[in-house]
Nanobody
Framework: QVQRVESGGGLGQAGGSLRLSCAAAGRTVSGDAMGWFRQVPGKEREFVAG????????HYADSLKGRFTISRDNAKNTVYLQMNSLNPEDTAVYYC????????????????WGQGTQVTVSS
């Protein structure tokens, strides 16, 4: 069964940092672009960051550049999201995924979205 498990979410403070991890199982993702997304209840899921299969190219939502960093470890089949300078507007459920959805939200996700990991930032 192909699945991924996000971890590292929780409660953070404004100005602080959190690091999310996403480990894929059942299939290697070393050849896939991967990305992070987030969703607030009542709003559309939005793209956060993406990384190519080798890790050499990354891209970010404009509003998050400079604060968030995506990286990956293909040996561990894992992608990370380092979130710095958190603010309450970063509160959301965060998901990782792979496939064409990394390039455009209308694309196909490799994994079902599942529950994600909750990040709550207090002021």
């Amino acid at each position: 069964q192909v699945q991924r498990v996000e971890s590292g979410g929780g409660l953070g403070q404004a100005g602080g940092s959190l690091r999310l991890s996403c480990a894929a199982a059942g299939r290697t993702v070393s050849g896939d672009a991967m990305g992070w997304f987030r969703q607030v209840p009542g709003k559309e899921r939005e793209f956060v960051a993406g990384i190519c299969w080798s890790g050499s190219t990354t891209h970010y939502a404009d509003s998050l550049k400079g604060r968030f960093t995506i990286s990956r470890d293909n040996a561990k089949n894992t992608v990370y999201l380092q979130m710095n300078s958190l603010n309450p507007e970063d509160t959301a459920v965060y998901y990782c995924n792979a496939g064409s959805v990394v390039g455009r939200l209308s694309g196909s996700p490799l994994f079902s979205w599942g529950q994600g990991t909750q990040v709550t930032v207090s002021s």
